[in-house]
């Protein structure tokens, strides 16, 4: 299987490292696509040595074959995984505002679409948000999450990531 992973800028971007080490441990082919914002919380080298393949960081980025690979790794995955989606990256989502590698690739694909909430629970409930959300599943997303737990802010609160154990479970249960 091949997996195209967005990862977003969020505290719990740490878990989509986590989640590609499951999946390449599990057999699938991996590319990684990261918004300007998840490389202020986690590196693209991580991602570049878990998956063995350069990170799509750019949306002018090309590949030493001469492709864009936002589109190329399009074509090949089997399904796309966007962790953490943040408020900000589901509102350009829901738009279809295309101005970093994730939102490109999720435009681009044609594919099983996976998105995987995160942020703490006022912005969670709040209207904008929900509308997104709705927009989102509207357009073919699945929406994992987000759960009950332990937020950032310090407290528990329904906002909380989930954790990358479920979302290889329901990548790899339509394999």
């Known amino acids: 299987m091949k997996v195209l992973l967005?990862?977003?800028?969020?505290?719990?971007?740490?878990?989509?490292?986590?989640?590609?080490?499951q999946l390449v441990q599990a057999g699938c082919e991996l590319r990684v696509a990261m918004t300007r914002d998840a490389h202020r919380f986690i590196g693209a080298t991580t991602f570049a040595g878990l998956s063995g393949s350069q990170v799509i960081a750019s949306s002018?980025?090309?590949d030493a074959d001469g492709s864009a690979p936002h589109i190329q790794a399009t074509k090949n995955a089997d399904c796309l995984v966007i962790m953490p989606a943040t408020a900000s990256?589901?509102?350009?989502?829901a738009a279809g505002v295309c101005d970093d590698p994730v939102t490109l690739c999720s435009v681009a694909f044609r594919g099983r679409r996976i998105a995987c909430p995160a942020m703490n629970d006022a912005m969670w409930e709040d209207p904008s948000v929900q509308r997104n959300v709705d927009r989102l599943r509207?357009?073919?997303?699945?929406?994992?999450?987000?759960?009950?737990?332990?937020?950032?802010?310090?407290?528990a609160a329904m906002g909380r990531m989930i954790e990358p154990e479920a979302v290889i479970a329901a990548v790899l249960e339509r394999r």
């Open 60 to 62: 002018t980025q090309i």
């Open 6 to 21: 967005g990862v977003g800028g969020g505290i719990a971007a740490f878990k989509a490292a986590a989640l590609a080490s």
């Open 89 to 93: 990256l589901i509102a350009r989502l």
């Open 138 to 155: 509207a357009d073919g997303f699945e929406i994992l999450g987000p759960v009950e737990g332990h937020l950032a802010e310090g407290y």
